[in-house]
């Protein structure tokens, strides 16, 4: 296990402290990865990227990246601005 944040890939599952899934990569920007839309929920979620901050990447595992929050606090971090139009 290591938390080489370099080894982050487009496609793996991130999963939150308690084992449920969170998303999936899209790509890293910056100091958060983005998570691609098919993981965005439901509702007013749906269709927007979701972000999680880097500093919440506790390991990271085969094809998984583990989170040090539980998965409901973590998709409560950001999310892309809605397009008004």
Do not use: C
């Amino acid at each position: 296990m290591t938390t080489d944040l370099s080894k982050i890939r487009e496609h793996m599952e991130v999963v939150g402290a308690d084992g449920v899934h969170v998303g999936t990569v899209d790509k890293v920007e910056g100091q958060r990865i983005k998570l691609t839309k098919a993981d965005s929920g439901m509702g007013s979620h749906k269709g927007h990227h979701h972000y999680v901050p880097l500093a919440l990447v506790a390991e990271i595992e085969g094809k998984k990246v583990w989170l040090s929050a539980n998965s409901e606090v973590a998709v409560t971090f950001e999310e892309e601005k809605s397009d008004p139009t």
